[in-house]
C-alpha cells in the first residue's frame, strides 16, 4: 500500500480530513526547505507537496513565481529537489511527498531516469501540471512500474468526460481546481465548489482534494466539509516570502496549526 493510501485511510478511520500544504523547494533555499517539511508535519500536515520551480510556468500566480525565481536564483534544481527528498527520508518514512511542476525539467533529465530517481529518495506522487491524461503515457506507465502514484488537476472547465478519462489514470488522489485562473486568484464560490466534487466523486475512486483560494482558517474548514483534503499553497508561500530567516519557520508552525485546528472542528 502506497504512503498516500495508507495516510488517507487512516484519516478516514479517525473521522479527519487530509491537509496538503504546498512549498516550493529551494524558496529561500534548500536547507530551509528540508526544515520546513520538518516544520509542516510537526505542525499537522499530512501530505507534502513540493514544487519543483520552474522559470515559465502556467497555472501559477505572481507568489508562486516569485518563489520559484528565488529558488531558481539560489541554483534549485530537479536533481537538488531529488537530493532534498532524500535527505527528509533520512529522518521521516511516514509522511508522503508528491512533487509538483511542469514537463520541462523532467523531460530535460528523461522521463525514465526522473521516476528511477523519485522511487529511489522516497517520492510518493508525482502532478506535471501541463501533461495532460493522452500525453502522460510515457510518465504514468514509469510511475506505475515504480509505485508512485499518477496525481492529476481537474478545473471547474473540466469536462465530465474529461473527468472520466483521469480517473482511469489517476492515483492518490486528484487535485480539484477550485478557481479559474493562476494559483491564488479570485474568492471561492463554495456551492460550486459542491458540486463539481460531487461530480467528481462519481467517476474517480481515489480521494479529492481541493485548492486555490484557500486563504485562511474559516475557508479551509468550509472547503474540508466537501472534499477529503485541503490543498494550500499560496498563502502559505507569502508567509515564507514575508518572514526573515528567523521567524520562517515558527512563522509557518503557526500558520499552518491555526489551518490544521480549523479543519478538525466539527
Known sequence: MSRIKKKFEELNVNGRKA?????TAGDPDLSITLKLMFALVDSGSDIIELGIPFSDPIADGPTIQRAS???LAGGTS???????VK???ESDQETPVVLMGYANPIEALGVDSFVNRAAEVGVDGVLVVDYPPEESGALNAALKENHIDSIFLLAPTTLESRVADVALLATGYVYYVSLKG????????????ASRVEQIKNHV????GVGF?????????????LSDAVVIGSRLVEEIEKSDLKTIIPNVEN????????????
Open 19 to 23: 491537509l496538503i500544504p504546498f512549498i
Open 87 to 89: 535527505n527528509f527520508r
Open 213 to 225: 483560494g484557500i486563504r485562511d482558517g474559516d475557508t479551509a474548514r468550509a472547503v474540508a466539509k
Open 78 to 84: 530537479l536533481s537538488k529537489v531529488l537530493d532534498l
Open 205 to 208: 475512486n481515489v480521494p479529492v
Open 69 to 71: 525565481e528565488r529558488a
Open 182 to 193: 493562476v494559483t491564488g486568484a479570485g474568492h471561492l464560490d463554495l456551492d460550486d465548489v
Open 255 to 266: 500558520f499552518i496549526k491555526s489551518i490544521r485546528s480549523a479543519i478538525d472542528q466539527k
